[in-house]
């Protein structure tokens, strides 16, 4: 087979692959973070209902990243071991169930121990996912892969906003409140989608039914020459100088998830105070993370197209910081708030697909498994410390407006950090790539 024609079968196999596995990756995604922020909402009527004061509230919405932090990197090894698809259903399945026990919380206690368990049982789910699509899909068409799956996130709001709010408003039913119905009801898809994956999941494209051996073996021998190019185009000193690199993109979305997880539990509080109704409250968050989900997919395919992965992610970053400035400096005006908020989120998510395509660039295997996990693991930091700071400060009477500003200021340092040290690094790489072409 020549080798444009065997391009063209790989990238038949690829798309087939995507329309095989993406849809049901992102949806288990959806629920996924849908299940880690409804609290935001809950907030709403729960904070009332259990007297929380910010400060609890902000705490409880932290701790949920601890549990998440100590267990995140042996999850990921052990679904190394195990394999994705035995995993990915324990992990689906024991989050969904604690996710809806969620509901008979009773007060700050409780609260802070159901929220640590969940994030120990939702550790590794998220890197578990992108080492799982590094076994099935070529560099070339990560970002768009990476880019489809990652829509999944703004979606959960866009789409999990309204539905959580409209439970909160019309299911006081029985001796429960709306907001102990919205953890039930927003429970239970997790662990019916972790039985499925059993079924759904193949680990590897050997084991594809919907694939002949000669195309699973197309598959594996293109994955496995991509590895090899990065191992030559690394060098000798690959484990040193990659993961200098995977120190630089942890730091990169520890600054990024600052802006992720302010938005993701604070938002609906901050446009409460414009928009008094809870429904108004979900529809605007929708039509946020919308904007946020179009943004997503742009910088998707802008930085396939275009390469130079790290200005994309410094472009993309100052966007979401421009976008969150605004909205502070315009804190009076209710529709710059909504605008500001929407380039912050169009411009954090873009960052967040970007970023997550370039640790192939850099490690194979179980040491991509490793790596991903670490560079999440520190970014859980700040799901720690920011909903948590920000709580103090809206219980000490710090408006909104100081919050939006050290976000946004958070987000220029990860431009900064994406232009300029990771650049330094990517360019070191393909002096390296030079010299190994020169002497073959």
């Known amino acids: 087979m020549n080798p444009s024609a065997q391009d063209h079968d790989t990238d038949r196999l690829m798309s087939r692959a995507m329309w095989r596995l993406v849809p049901f990756l992102c949806l288990l995604y959806f629920v996924s973070y849908l299940d880690r922020v409804n609290i935001s909402f809950a907030a709403l009527t729960m904070n009332e209902d259990l007297k929380f004061s910010s400060a609890v509230y902000g705490a409880g919405a932290s701790i949920f990243f601890v549990g998440y932090l100590l267990f995140e990197v042996p999850s990921n090894l052990m679904l190394a071991r195990f394999g994705a698809r035995r995993w990915i259903a324990r992990i689906l399945v024991t989050w969904g169930a604690l996710s809806a026990c969620m509901a008979f919380v009773s007060g700050p206690t409780s609260f802070y121990v159901m929220r640590f368990l969940l994030g120990v049982a939702e550790a590794g789910f998220f890197p578990g996912v992108i080492y799982y699509i590094s076994k099935w899909f070529t560099q070339h068409h990560k970002g768009r892969i990476t880019g489809a799956f990652f829509v999944s996130l703004p979606l959960s709001s866009v789409i999990g906003a309204p539905v959580s709010t409209f439970i909160l408003a019309h299911m006081n039913t029985g001796s429960l ?5 919205m953890f039930i009801l927003e429970g239970i898809p997790a662990v019916i989608l972790g039985l499925l994956c059993l079924r759904l999941l193949p680990d590897r494209p050997a084991q594809a039914r919907w694939l002949s ?14 590895r090899e190019n990065v191992r030559t185009r690394t060098g000798t000193d690959a484990p040193m100088r990659s993961w200098q690199a995977v120190g630089i993109l942890s730091m990169v979305l520890l600054l990024l998830a600052s ?25 605007l968050t929708s039509a946020i993370y919308l904007v946020g989900a179009t943004g997503m997919m742009g910088w998707a395919r802008f930085s396939d197209r275009g390469g130079q992965r790290h200005v994309h992610l410094a472009i993309s970053s100052l966007v979401g910081a421009f976008g969150l400035m605004l909205c ?13 908020l929407a380039l912050g989120a169009a411009g954090i ?5 970007v ?14 498994a490793t790596g991903v996990a670490v560079i999440n693991s520190v970014a859980q930091f700040s799901g720690i410390i920011v909903p948590w700071v ?11 407006s100081i919050v939006l500003y050290g976000l946004g200021g958070l987000l220029v340092l990860a431009a900064i950090l994406a232009r300029f040290a990771l650049a330094a690094q990517r360019q070191t790489a393909e002096i390296r790539s030079a ?6």
């Open 177 to 181: 409140a709306g907001w102990q119905w």
């Open 213 to 226: 051996a000669d195309e699973a073996q197309l598959i594996e021998t293109t994955l496995e020459r991509e």
């Open 259 to 283: 802006g992720i997880y302010g938005l993701g539990f604070w938002m609906p509080q901050l446009l409460k105070l414009k928009f008094p109704d809870n429904t108004t409250v979900g529809w």
């Open 328 to 340: 502070g400096a315009y804190s009076g005006s209710s529709s710059l708030t909504v605008i500001g």
């Open 349 to 353: 998510l873009g960052s967040l697909v």
């Open 355 to 368: 970023l997550w395509t370039i640790p192939g660039l850099y490690l194979t295997g179980t040491a991509l």
């Open 390 to 400: 920000i709580g103090i400060a809206r219980k000490s009477g710090y408006d909104f």
């Open 435 to 440: 010299q190994a072409d020169q002497v073959t």
